[in-house]
């Protein structure tokens, strides 16, 4: 095609522009005032786009934004196409914004060149729209772009979501043309006399793309379904509809049987998912890794091992998968966690008193057990926990407060008297607060007998991998407060008690 840019006018007139107009104010209306980004590559059916989003623009009144990135792998072609599109908006009164990418940067990601391209494009999009403040970014695929990413994702492997297309509208991203065949495209590009550039990678088999473009899709068509454009449109859209209703029932039963819910660790509980169809179960465990940050490493054959799992007579188990991630069954527990997850090394310091005494960095896990996630400041930023304790008169004791709360309160005469600490110039000595230790024991409040620390954390729903991240309060050796988690019998607040200790857990 011709690297001249011709701009005519008679858009408006046109069939296409009536159809497309009608379904962009269905499905995304471009309100007045906004801003709109279109990627433009040059291309003839990005160019298609541009026509008719500035038609749009001038008759809605938004302001279009026209963006191309040079991803520098066809050298002076790229360049062309770059200033044939920069000349298309300078003559159709349109801002544009564009850049170069580093020789070699796209070759030198892993992965696909066609991948890495794809994601530095968006990249790209997402960046401009936040300079120039756009509320949708439009991209030109069209009907053609659907049946070959759907036959592409079918022939490599993929699930039901794979084959549900290309979604018109994701926002901020918006798809005119998504029901438009590329021959309609190349009719109206014709019909309006605009020219346009020709990627020459485009006639290359190199790629699976477009070794199905040129060879499946048109022996299908001719061999066995005229109408595969059509009838695959129609499979992507029912497919969609089920993916959406699975989806949402999947959000549905992870709220149920999610324990935990942090960036660390998801705990799920099994009883709530052993009885249910594998796939509702295997979106909540894609949901948990999306959690995690590893959605994208997860496939089939990983999801297929932790379904074994949670259906397997074995009580325990574990699996490593991707993204440093480890899924473990404890009985009805499920947990998928970070390897990095587990506490570096115990800890034994002395808890002033009074005074502040900070704590490891990992002791701020246990806010999971809240749903609270990491501890943190309003900024997000993390904070080290800290263990406070204060010598207070009963007076000061607050009405209606919880022994399981954040703060506990002792009987301070009998932590001196029976538990082993000793007071001296105002400060009570022989207090401690450790990591758990294999074999520790308590006397939960409102019991009379001992248990073992253990037995407690399985009833609080403390995971295994969280455990070590609990702060201990002993004095004398012995456990009188798990934080967060149960106070100790010992020293318990009566109505002859005068003087009290305070200990609080805070970030």
């Known amino acids: ?31 007045a005032g906004s801003v709109v980004l279109a990627g433009v590559s040059g291309g003839i059916d990005s160019v298609a786009l541009v026509r008719l989003l500035h038609a749009l623009s001038a008759e809605y009144s938004f302001t279009l934004v026209v963006c191309h990135l040079n991803h520098n792998l066809r050298g002076a072609e790229a360049r062309r196409d770059m200033d044939f599109t920069s000349a298309l908006a300078d003559k159709l009164g349109l801002r544009f914004e564009s850049d170069t990418l580093a020789a070699g940067e796209i070759a030198s990601a892993k992965g696909s060149a066609q991948a890495a391209a794809r994601e530095a494009r968006y990249a790209f999009f997402s960046s401009v729209a936040a300079k120039v403040g756009a509320t949708r970014i439009t991209t030109a695929h069209t009907l053609d772009d659907v049946t070959e990413s759907m036959l592409m994702r079918f022939i490599n492997g993929t699930g039901l979501g794979g084959l549900t297309g290309i979604p018109a509208v994701r926002l901020p991203y918006v798809r005119p043309l998504i029901d438009f065949k590329r021959s309609e495209i190349e009719d109206f590009v014709a019909e309006i006399g605009q020219t346009h550039v020709e990627d020459s990678t485009n006639g290359s088999d190199k790629y699976l793309r477009n070794d199905i473009r040129h060879n499946l899709v048109g022996f299908i068509k001719n061999r066995y379904n005229p109408n595969l454009l059509e009838s695959l449109s129609r499979n992507a859209r029912n497919l969609s509809r089920d993916e959406d209703f699975l989806n949402l029932s999947a959000i549905e039963l992870f709220d149920k049987s999610v324990v935990i819910n942090s960036p660390k660790e998801v705990l799920l509980s099994r009883a709530a998912l052993k009885d249910t169809h594998p796939a509702l179960v295997s979106r909540v465990l894609l949901k948990a890794a999306e959690i995690l940050g590893a959605r994208a490493r997860f496939y089939s054959n990983h999801i297929d091992s932790m379904l074994l799992l949670i259906s397997s007579k074995n009580p325990s188990g574990s699996l490593d998968l991707p993204g440093g991630l480890r899924f473990m069954r404890r009985y009805e527990e499920l947990s998928l966690a970070s390897t990095l997850l587990n506490v570096p090394f115990a800890f034994d310091i002395e808890l002033l008193t009074p005074g502040r005494t900070a704590l490891p960095e990992f002791c701020s896990y246990l806010d999971a057990l809240a749903g609270a996630g990491t501890a943190g400041n309003e900024t997000g930023t993390e904070v080290p926990p800290f263990i406070t304790a204060t010598c207070i008169d009963i007076t000061d004791l607050p009405h209606g407060y919880q022994q399981w709360s954040d703060v506990v309160y002792f009987d301070l005469d009998n932590l001196l008297e ?19 230790i294999p074999g520790d024991r308590i006397i939960p409040f409102g019991h009379g007998s001992e248990r073992k620390l253990k037995e407690v954390f399985i009833g609080a729903r403390v995971p295994r991998s969280l455990r070590p991240a609990v702060a201990l309060i002993t004095v004398g050796g012995k456990v009188i407060w798990a934080a967060k988690i149960k106070r100790s019998a010992l020293c318990p607040v009566t109505k002859k008690s005068v003087r009290l200790l305070k200990v609080e857990f805070g970030k």
């Open 1 to 31: 095609m011709s690297n001249e840019v011709t701009v005519l006018a008679g858009v408006e007139k046109t069939g296409l522009y009536a159809r497309v107009k009608a379904s962009v104010l269905l499905r995304a209306n471009f309100t």
């Open 418 to 436: 029976d538990g082993g600490a000793t007071e001296r110039d105002g400060a009570i000595e022989g207090l401690r607060v450790r990591s758990f």
